[in-house]
């Protein structure tokens, strides 16, 4: 089954197919948050409480998928890619530079999961075309889904809830976490090509500039390109971001129904997903009442100002590569004062920077993985974990400084 139901994704298996991992992860999840409402460990009025606040989330995160899955289907991320390549002129470098680029831009307007769903393939397949070694393009698609995902409330499930609870509106988070995400793109930036893309570079590092993509259906197309400015559009104005992707992937919908009815089916909803960040929720406040808040309250510390703004970005990040960044979050979140700015946003610079020192350390990351192996691309595991943990470790660092020089 194609992760996190993406393009090539199937609604039905096989006969005698096992099912996906994360399929199973998601079900579990599901069935344990269900027991923590229902046999009274999580309140009945907490679990009310928890669902409320996820639900704009949650829609937000159908629609969004949805949009960026049919943009994908219309062509747009080929002819992007392919643009990129041609833009590049045959030089290594200034692909390098384009592909930081339009993986930055993807994941702060479409969500850290929809560059490991999306542009993955796209990279790989790039990499095919043009004669390239697949692992520096695979790296540069999963690094900066994570660390690129600090700038918009949409670009990371985290960020959604860090801007619901400062009570900041989308721009004004922006300026807030600009010169943060400036900062750990700029350290990925270094460290991919000096890890990753200098170490693989061939001869001159020059390749054949490929032909212009040429969309299937010009009109589809220009329909995709037009509700994905609509949402930026929206967002930019401050609509709710679950209203924005809804009227934008509305948009597309529409265009599909007219042109190309057979793309649509159930398995564009990302289910799996949806399920999977409901039944995380409830679990991980289940955990907090019963000793995971206490823990995580003797990581971060009393401590305010630059040392505990480091301490707490050390502690997202930390919790993220044990567990996972999303309830590594969470739980960080409900212990923290709710006028405490400075560590609320150096820990969502760990749980969003941090999680790329261990594979499960965040979905995106999870999700890339099964990506990359399904293309038959096999990346160095001791090589992954350390290079990971090095960017973990210098980015987060560079981020909370830049929080802490420009708050």
Do not use: K
Not at 236 to 261: E, K, Q
Not at 270 to 293: A, E
Request: a positive charge; charged letters at 10%; one cysteine or more.
């Amino acid at each position: 089954m194609d992760p996190a139901g993406g393009p090539n994704a199937r609604t039905e298996r096989a006969p005698g197919r096992r099912a996906h991992p994360l399929d199973v992860v998601a079900v579990v999840l599901a069935v344990a948050g269900a027991g923590c409402a229902l046999t009274g460990l999580l309140p009945r009025a907490e679990a009310v409480a928890t669902v409320q606040r996820i639900l704009p989330l949650l829609l937000f995160l159908a629609t969004v998928v949805v949009l960026a899955e049919l943009t994908a289907v219309a062509g747009v991320f080929d002819a992007v890619a392919t643009r990129l390549a041609i833009a590049a002129r045959g030089r290594y470098a200034a692909l390098f530079g384009l592909c930081v680029g339009f993986a930055s831009l993807t994941t702060i307007v479409l969500n850290l999961d929809t560059t490991a769903v999306l542009l993955t393939p796209v990279m790989l397949a790039l990499a095919r075309r043009l004669g390239l070694p697949a692992v520096p393009l695979a790296m540069t698609t999963v690094w900066l889904a994570n660390t690129a995902s600090l700038l918009l409330p949409v670009s990371n499930l985290t960020n959604l809830l860090a801007a619901d609870r400062i009570e900041l509106a989308p721009l004004s988070y922006a300026a807030r976490m600009a010169a943060p995400q400036l900062a750990a793109v700029a350290v990925t930036a270094v460290l991919l090509w000096f890890c990753w893309w200098r170490p693989s570079r061939r001869g001159g590092g020059g390749f054949r500039t490929p032909s212009r993509h040429v969309p299937a259906d010009r009109w589809l197309y220009r329909t995709a390109v037009a509700g994905c400015l609509l949402f930026v559009a929206g967002i930019l104005a401050g609509v709710p971001i679950g209203l924005a992707s809804t009227v934008a992937a509305g948009l597309v919908l529409a265009g599909f129904l007219v042109r190309s009815r057979g793309a649509l089916r159930p398995g564009l909803v990302p289910w799996r997903l949806l399920v999977f960040v409901t039944g995380l929720f409830l679990v991980v406040q289940t955990l907090g009442r019963y000793g995971l808040d206490d823990l995580v309250g003797w990581l971060l510390g009393p401590a305010g100002g630059a040392l505990g703004a480091l301490r707490a970005g050390g502690t997202g990040a930390l919790l993220s590569n044990l567990v996972n960044n999303l309830p590594a979050y969470v739980a960080g979140e409900a212990v923290l004062p709710v006028g405490d700015e400075p560590r609320l946003l150096a820990l969502l610079i760990g749980t969003n920077v941090g999680p790329l020192a261990t594979p499960w350390a965040s979905l995106a990351t999870l999700i890339w993985y099964e990506r990359c192996r399904a293309a038959g691309v096999t990346v160095p595991t001791s090589r992954f974990l350390v290079t990971g943990a090095l960017l973990a470790v210098t980015a987060t660092l560079a981020a909370v400084a830049a929080l802490l020089l420009t708050g």
